[in-house]
């Protein structure tokens, strides 16, 4: 028995992707998860084969989930499922170590391809940006690493860093008070390896990082 993890905040596609996978030939434990903390616990209390992450869900924007994730979960085989089909993106995904990438306009058959060759162990990417991959540079990876180590609230307070909020509408934002904003950018600097917001903001562009909305506080 085969187990698969689901992360996705829309039903429709969760049932859509559910009905590709049937065409496996793997038999398959079908998990579901609908925010970053669900899958989280999700992840805590199942052992999982193959994690289908969602970019954009409730708690995550872009690569944090992915990375948070990652670093949780340092042996779990992660596919990314997103409707952003960008070579540049899917090469940082693969460089990072995700077995694979599947747009959200893939076909059920090919879902099906791309989930059997990863359960198979295969990195597996759409034909037509296989060409289009690059590798990851070192500086890149770092960054990433760096990132990966903060948690969901230091995340949140980077995004609205980089977004130029003050530290009074980040609390404000968050409900949180202004002095647990400066500790968050503190730890943020400290963990980034920087020491001013400029630093930050470039960090959080270079990573593709948005702002979280203001329903996911």
């Known amino acids: 028995m085969v187990t698969l ?36 616990a999700a992840l805590e209390s199942n052992e999982v084969d193959l994690l289908l992450l969602d970019l954009h869900m409730p708690g995550s924007s872009d690569l944090f989930g992915f990375l948070h994730i990652q670093k949780t979960f340092s042996d779990l085989p992660i596919a990314v499922v997103s409707g952003t089909e960008d070579a540049a993106l899917i090469s940082k995904i693969v460089g990072l170590g995700a077995m694979g990438f599947i ?31 690059q590798d990851v540079d070192e500086t890149f990876s770092e960054l990433a690493e760096n990132v ?30 202004e002095a647990t904003v400066k500790a968050h950018v503190t730890a943020i600097f400290r963990k980034l390896g920087i020491n001013n917001r400029t630093q930050a903001v470039l960090i959080a562009s270079e990573l593709q990082l948005e702002p979280p909305a203001k329903e996911e506080v």
């Open 103 to 133: 747009p959200k306009t893939a076909s059920a058959h090919q879902i099906n391809d791309a989930v059997t060759n990863m359960l198979d162990g295969d990195v597996w990417v759409p034909e037509k940006v296989r060409q289009q991959i």
């Open 5 to 40: 993890l689901i992360a996705d905040d829309h039903p429709l596609y969760r049932d859509a992707l559910k009905g590709a996978l049937n065409m496996t030939s793997h038999e398959l434990n079908i998990l579901e998860s609908a925010d970053l903390n669900q899958t989280v």
């Open 148 to 177: 990966a180590s903060l948690t969901p609230s230091q995340y949140k307070v980077l995004c609205y860093m980089r977004d130029g909020l003050l530290n009074k509408q980040i609390g404000y934002n968050l409900d949180i008070a």
